[in-house]
């Protein structure tokens, strides 16, 4: 029969147990590894650049231009060639105009002479994202439709807990 340590013991527990151990994971610290591989194929060794456009280039300019591929040359992971997504041709002359500015904050960003050369692209943009709507307030004729709902249970967490997702559920128009 063999023998087998404590050390042994410890290495072979599955790493999804460890990782319960440790409680919550933030989705932010996921994100980049779920996206890495898409965006490996368009030039985007990160998703850091599309995160942080605006704040690269200005909410102005991001208004109407969004990166769509970053282009290296084999081999080298510097003087790539940006392409980006334009609106309208007016864009596309406002971008040619700031194109040194432009190249200069990307690279800085970078931290490094990533990009030598921006090519604009016209057509639709992305779908800027939908903020949420503010909730509405609960009117008192739906809190007591919420009261009589949970009448029978007692009170205590559990039924705290049912009104406030009663009152969350209202507030959404569910």
């Known amino acids: ?23 919550p994971v ?18 985007f060794t990160g998703a850091e650049i599309l995160s942080h456009w605006p704040a690269i280039v200005g909410a102005d ?10 282009k ?6 510097n003087g790539a060639t940006l392409q980006l997504r334009v609106a309208h041709g007016a864009a596309a002359a406002l971008l040619q ?4 500015a432009i190249k200069e904050r990307i690279n800085r960003f970078f931290g490094y ?8 692209v016209q057509g639709p943009l992305p779908a800027p ?6 909730p509405r307030p609960v009117t008192p004729a739906e809190e007591a439709a919420i009261d009589r709902a949970l009448a029978d249970i007692s009170p205590g967490p559990a039924r705290d807990a049912l009104t406030k997702l009663g009152k969350n559920l209202q507030q959404r128009g569910r």
């Not at 300019?61 to 970053?70: D, G, K, S």
């Not at 290296?72 to 992971?77: E, K, V």
């Not at 105009?97 to 040194?100: N, T």
């Open 1 to 23: 029969m063999a023998k087998t340590s404590k050390a042994s013991e410890d290495t072979a527990t599955p790493a999804p147990a460890r990782r319960w151990r440790q409680g």
């Open 26 to 43: 933030n989705i932010g610290s996921l994100t980049g590894r779920l996206t890495r591989p898409a965006l490996g194929k368009r030039g």
């Open 61 to 70: 300019l991001a208004a109407y231009a969004c990166p769509m591929q970053v």
């Open 72 to 77: 290296f040359p084999r081999g080298h992971n």
């Open 97 to 100: 105009m700031k194109l040194p």
């Open 113 to 120: 002479e990533a990009v030598a050369d921006v090519q604009a």
């Open 129 to 134: 994202a939908r903020k949420a709507a503010a």
